[in-house]
């Protein structure tokens, strides 16, 4: 649906007594639910401005409460660029209250771009305020402005100061604007704070869970950068759009105790969570893997920094801007917590949305990118156990088939091509690991800034249920091949007899070769022949169908052959 701009027209909103706010960047993710906040208030006639010429609604808006909005008359749209005082005035006449939501995409690091937006944009707001009367400005502002982009902040509080240099851009132009919103207060009868939301997600996001999703779908989310133990305070934006109301209903109701004019509010879930385990439960409730490769700052900092200076040299070529930078790797590895004491306190905000139930409702809203179901398990990883042992064999995990094939070459050079008996390397087998257990006891917890896992003696216990289960697989296993002898028995399943004897012609092979010479021949093998037969399925079960076909048939003619004699 398009809606032209005229319902917006600001001279048709002074009229008939109507209350109205605007919103800037009312288009953008959390604005949105603002808006829709505001109108299911029924205090409100909400003025929507962006930039686009005209408003284009989504289905679920335009059978939802803007939808509606507009068509009564209770929303309105109006076509504005921020960088045009002129179109700023003309978008705020009228208006009692102005949210200032826009700004652009976080994650474009052009200075040029968001020193327009965030700092001349914001001045033509507070300017537009003065000369339309409004009373009350809330500005969307950001955690980032007090984040230096090295040291992490851990419950953080409004009285931190802004730093000497800022992680990007963004959070350095942020904090201009906030500067000039915080000066504005008091001045010709407006009243101003900043709201400052920290990570927000939840339905409607364009940002967060689809590049997570397309990272997970390019086999990139399988990994944590760092010890993955940062602390974060993500916000649902439902609670967002509420701190902005509790914002303006406290500046409304306070004229001339002045106690929430002139601050700024961090406003969170007020639940901290691990950043990892986060991004973790948003990948895992949409079908994907989780993270559970963990690489070192140390090993991925100099790499980004590589990466940027790539990018510094060859952006005049047209060259994308990299996802792997310094910033991000800090965003990505530090904690970032904030106390939300001070808005509870003055704002009367708590949040409406719980982090669980935000988490719920933003995976059920992108049920539309969630993981397509998996193939069917080939018969190859169901011989192996469908477990790590078939995921390595069958080099699903490159990285743990690689270290187990190595770990087997160190094996084989160190205890069976010496010429030891299968006994006398076991013990030795077991005598390495006694004294790698025993070293690895002694070394402390944290050696040159790398935290040592020690290992619990819970590792190694066999618990109850876990017993139980393995007496049933062993039982399973006996009665598989109880079964097999049965069928054998009955002298009518070739297939089965054809692969029996090609098993058993494999084991004679074997037995008759010595230690040595089975392990360097036979791991190999059975990495070769496994991964052949996965490929290759369909194919080599059409041979042995085929040459028990064959052998049917030779047995149906020797049997014709001995009844006519």
């Known amino acids: 649906m398009q809606t032209e701009t005229k319902e917006g027209s600001p001279e048709m909103a002074e009229g008939g007594g109507e209350r109205w706010c605007v919103v800037t960047g009312g288009r953008g993710f959390a604005a949105r639910h603002l808006v829709e906040m505001l109108l299911r208030s ?98 969307t502002s950001s955690p980032s402005v007090v984040f230096d982009g090295v040291h992490g902040i851990f419950n953080g509080e409004e009285s931190m100061p802004y730093p000497d240099k800022f992680n990007d851009s963004y959070s350095e132009t942020k904090a201009e604007g906030e500067k000039q919103v915080m000066k504005a207060n008091g001045r010709n009868g407006l009243l101003t704070c900043c709201i400052r939301p920290s990570s927000i997600f939840g339905p409607g996001d364009k940002l967060l869970v689809p590049s997570l999703v397309a990272a997970a779908r390019a086999g990139k989310s399988k990994f944590i950068i760092g010890d993955g133990n940062n602390m974060y305070d993500f916000t649902y934006v439902e609670n967002v759009a509420y701190g902005h109301v509790c914002a303006e209903r406290t500046l409304a109701s306070e004229v001339g105790t002045n106690k929430a004019a002139g601050q700024a509010y961090f406003i969170t879930n007020m639940e901290p969570i691990k950043f990892w385990e986060f991004i973790s439960l948003i990948i895992e409730g949409l079908g994907y893997e989780r993270p559970g490769t963990k690489i070192p700052f140390s090993v991925i900092m100099p790499v980004a920094h590589a990466v940027e200076w790539t ?189 029996a004897i090609c098993f058993l012609f494999v084991l004679n092979v074997l037995g008759a070769m010595s230690l040595q010479t089975t392990f360097k021949i036979g791991i190999p093998v059975f990495f070769i022949a496994f991964y052949v037969y996965e490929k290759w399925e369909d194919s080599i079960d059409n041979l042995f169908e085929d040459a028990s076909s064959y052998i049917l048939k030779l047995r149906s003619n020797a049997t014709q052959k001995f009844s006519r004699n």
């Not at 968001?114 to 707001?125: F, L, Q």
């Not at 289960?469 to 109880?482: G, Q």
């Open 42 to 139: 029924q205090e409100w006639w909400v003025r929507v401005a962006d930039l686009s010429p005209s408003i284009v609604l989504e289905p679920h808006e335009e059978d939802g409460v803007l939808g509606a909005g507009i068509r009564s008359g209770r929303a309105a749209y109006v076509s504005a660029d921020l960088r045009n005082k002129a179109q700023v005035v003309k978008a705020l006449n009228g208006a009692e209250v102005v949210f200032h939501m826009a700004a652009p995409d976080s994650s474009i690091n052009n200075y040029q771009l968001h020193y327009s937006v965030n700092v001349e944009g914001t001045k033509n707001v507070i300017d537009a305020c003065f000369e339309c009367k409004v009373k009350r400005l809330i500005y």
């Open 311 to 499: 990018y510094r040299v060859f952006s005049r070529y047209g060259m994308r801007v990299p996802q792997l930078t310094p910033s991000r790797i800090r965003l990505l590895t530090c904690n970032r917590t904030f106390s939300c004491a001070k808005a509870k306190d003055q704002l009367g905000y708590e949040p409406i949305v719980t982090l669980k139930e935000g988490l719920k409702r933003t995976i059920e809203s992108y049920s539309h990118l969630r993981a397509q179901p998996q193939r069917k398990i080939s018969k190859a990883s169901i011989y192996l156990g469908d477990g790590k042992i078939a995921k390595t064999v069958l080099w699903k995990d490159k990285k743990q088939t690689v270290t187990t094939l190595l770990l087997l070459a160190a094996m084989y050079y160190h205890l069976f091509s010496c010429g030891y008996t299968f006994i006398t390397a076991m013990a030795k087998l077991l005598s390495l690991t006694a004294l790698f257990l025993f070293i690895h006891g002694m070394l402390p917890t944290r050696i040159l800034g790398y935290n040592i896992e020690k290992l619990q003696p819970s590792n190694f216990h066999v618990s109850e249920v876990k017993a139980q289960h393995i007496a049933c697989s062993v039982s399973s296993s006996w009665n598989s091949a109880v079964g097999v002898i049965k069928s054998l028995c009955k002298g009518k399943d070739w297939l089965l007899f054809l692969r």
